[in-house]
Nanobody
Framework: VQLVESGGGLVQPGGSLRLSCAAS????????MSWYRQAPGKERELVAT????????NYADSMKGRFTISRDNAKNTVYLQMNSLKPEDTAVYYC?????????WGQGTQVTVSS
């Protein structure tokens, strides 16, 4: 099983980034996919989830209206579109998959929001 994130980097406040997570080694279409983040000195927190059935999405309150999670089951990829980025969004962003009793994590991608 592999989850490989990409798309992180340095962006100015107010800017946008699109993260991608390419999955392999399991049946992607039946997995709930999430993005988590962890800022320095803080606990890892849930950003957003997209469920396997119907594409139902959930967001942490601080991300609602700014972040959008989506998935392409044909490409085994989940995305996180991040707009209106703030310095407090600086963190390592992790891809997470849950299928039945199994969970998988990606290695993370750094997002830095700074002028």
């Amino acid at each position: 099983v592999q989850l490989v994130e990409s798309g992180g980097g340095l962006v100015q406040p107010g800017g946008s980034l699109r993260l991608s997570c390419a999955a392999s080694g399991f049946t992607f279409s039946t997995a709930a996919m999430s993005w988590y983040r962890q800022a320095p000195g803080k606990e890892r927190e849930l950003v957003a989830t997209i469920h396997s059935a119907g594409g139902i999405t959930n967001y942490a309150d601080s991300m609602k209206g700014r972040f959008t999670i989506s998935r392409d089951n044909a490409k085994n990829t989940v995305y996180l579109q991040m707009n209106s980025l703030k310095p407090e969004d600086t963190a390592v962003y992790y891809c997470y998959a849950r299928r039945s009793i199994y969970v998988y994590w990606g290695q993370g991608t750094q997002v830095t929001v700074s002028s």
